[in-house]
């Protein structure tokens, strides 16, 4: 059975679900908060998505989206959302392959210590682009359920069994 809730409990799940920002973290790496590291000996740049490229990824990771949102109402951990995201493993090597700006074969053949670091970093960037849905959604919801209905449902017409027809206003005669 579903629950009503509030938003500012998606706000707060929110939160405790997105990795924690440095303290300190300048303007800069919050307008852009692409982050370079070294995977598979190379140096990988992590980044945001860009406008068009986020909305062309929405219907390729809407399962993972929904999943969120179904997570996000139990106050997850961080390895919970890292559950959800290996349940949706294809859907996050596409994403990630476009964040970093490779083929999905190439993030496929990582090792496990390069893909779990790659997979932390992307998280760290791309990860509010996955949360705003998740909240707007939410926020949607909530909204709605919120509307007072259109008035009392009308009651059906009572059965002509049972109805005396010779008190029916068109068989009565009128005595004027």
Known sequence: MARKVDPSDIAAAVA???PEAAV????????????TLP???ESITVREYGFIEGMRLRPVVAPLIADLCTLIVTKPLAEDV?????????LMRQAIAVSVDRDPAWVAAL???DGDDLVQAW???CGPF???????????RSARDAMPSAGPTSTTLSSTQGTDPSSDSVATPSTN
């Open 16 to 18: 405790s679900a997105a």
């Open 24 to 35: 300190g973290q300048d303007d800069l790496s919050v307008l852009h908060p692409d982050i």
């Open 39 to 41: 995977i598979a000996g």
């Open 82 to 90: 890292y559950d959800v995201l290996g349940t949706h493993v294809d």
């Open 111 to 113: 090792n496990d210590r």
């Open 123 to 125: 998280w760290t960037v």
């Open 130 to 140: 996955f949360l705003r849905q998740v909240v707007r959604r939410w926020q949607e």
